[in-house]
């Protein structure tokens, strides 16, 4: 599996766009990329995923580099509710998924 | 329906004790995961079922017992655990192929 690198924090202002960075220079050409949110006392939750082309939704935009040794998750404008730990995860297998130690994301009103 | 329901939220057991966690879905995803968490850590993946047949498990030990008796439940036998097993259990299920898992809120297990 894919090595990732990501921050350990992040802090952001409510209503500002957030721009989550995350490393996996090893990933291959047929990993997706999936990132994921846990908000405190739940479980995770899906976010978005692509693979080469940049992605948007209505929770938020990838943005993936060329090389695909890097990807970007921004959501355009944080509030107080996107407050969580942010993961990001190449997956190869559509079956096995593994979580790194992710970013947590802390909004300030 | 689009959850994934964990019954029970809280479960305070001995370790001479026997329990189950129970996970259902009813969105049709033949894909259902056991993930283990502890405090401040990220989920640790423990069991993959595919189709109702156990596809990885990642040497967990003996004392927990997964079971999968159906496309819409999945179960997590629990027997003679230690205290260091007490934390936050963890189920998932998605379609076959790339998609978005979907997680439960957990069983957040004590033992004590």
């Known amino acids: 599996d894919a090595k990732t690198t990501q921050p350990n924090s992040m802090e952001s202002n409510e209503e500002e766009p957030v721009h989550l960075p995350c490393n996996h220079s090893t990933i291959s050409g047929t990993d997706y990329i999936h990132w994921y949110r846990q908000l405190p006392s739940q479980g995770p939750e899906y976010v978005i995923h692509?693979?080469?082309s940049n992605v948007n939704n209505r929770m938020a935009s990838l943005a993936i580099a060329e090389d695909r040794k890097s990807s970007t998750l921004i959501l355009h404008r944080a509030t107080l509710r996107d407050a969580a730990v942010y993961y990001c995860i190449p997956r190869r297998d559509q079956n096995d998924m593994r979580f790194g130690a992710g970013t947590r994301l802390t909004v300030k009103p | 329906d689009t959850e994934v329901t964990q019954t029970p939220k809280h479960l305070v057991m001995g370790m001479t004790n026997k329990k189950s966690l129970k996970c259902e879905q009813h969105?049709?995803?033949?894909?259902m995961y056991w993930y283990k968490q502890k405090a401040k850590k990220p989920p640790e993946l423990m069991f993959v079922y595919s189709y109702e047949k156990l596809s990885i498990n990642e040497s967990v030990p003996s004392r927990f017992s997964p079971e999968c008796p159906n496309s819409s439940l999945l179960n997590l036998h629990l027997h003679a655990l230690q205290p260091e097993d007490s934390a936050l259990y963890l189920c998932?299920?998605?379609?076959?192929?790339?998609?978005?898992?979907?997680f439960g809120s957990g069983t957040r297990l004590t033992v004590v």
């Open positions: 692509g693979l080469t």
């Open positions: 969105m049709g995803h033949r894909a």
């Open positions: 998932a299920s998605s379609p076959q192929g790339n998609y978005g898992y979907t």
